[in-house]
């Protein structure tokens, strides 16, 4: 890992009517559109779904990071992260994220553990820390046979 503080850089481009396009160097670029909820076609990335989007993502990678230094080993994971946006003080804001991991693990290892080492990475999770919401982890874990 590089030291801190590090920068990150993306540039968004629109026109009126249209998708805009969100631009990363070196990755592909997005097309990113309003939500239905918001009157939008609901057929494009939103920026309310690349937000839950980067809190699922952190998370698994935050885990991986922390698995492989505790040298745990897992078969699985899939993060389902859930908003609630509400209107708070005349400002729309996200109020509440709900993030339920789903971990399979071999028979070797230990539940306590791995509910452990999940806790541990929402803790070190850098988009979850970045929040004003209430967040919460739910955590299920089977044993794969």
Not at 121 to 140: D, H, I, Y
Request: aromatic residues 6%.
């Amino acid at each position: 890992m590089q030291d801190l503080p590090h920068q990150y850089h993306v540039q968004a481009q629109g026109k009126p009517g249209e998708n805009l396009d969100v631009c990363v160097e070196n990755v592909p670029k997005l097309t990113v559109a309003p939500p239905a909820q918001f009157g939008g076609p609901g057929d494009e990335w939103s920026p309310e779904d690349l937000f839950m989007a980067s809190i699922s993502s952190c998370f698994i990678l935050s885990f991986r990071a922390i698995a492989k230094a505790s040298k745990f080993t897992w078969s699985s994971i899939q993060c389902d992260s859930t908003g609630t946006l509400e209107r708070v003080e005349g400002k729309t804001r996200f109020t509440k994220i709900i993030t339920k991991a789903t971990l399979v693990i071999p028979s070797v290892e230990n539940i306590e553990n791995a509910e452990r080492l999940l806790h541990k990475a929402e803790q070190s999770c850098l988009v979850v820390n970045s929040l004003t919401s209430e967040s919460e982890l739910q955590c299920e874990i089977s044993i794969l046979e």
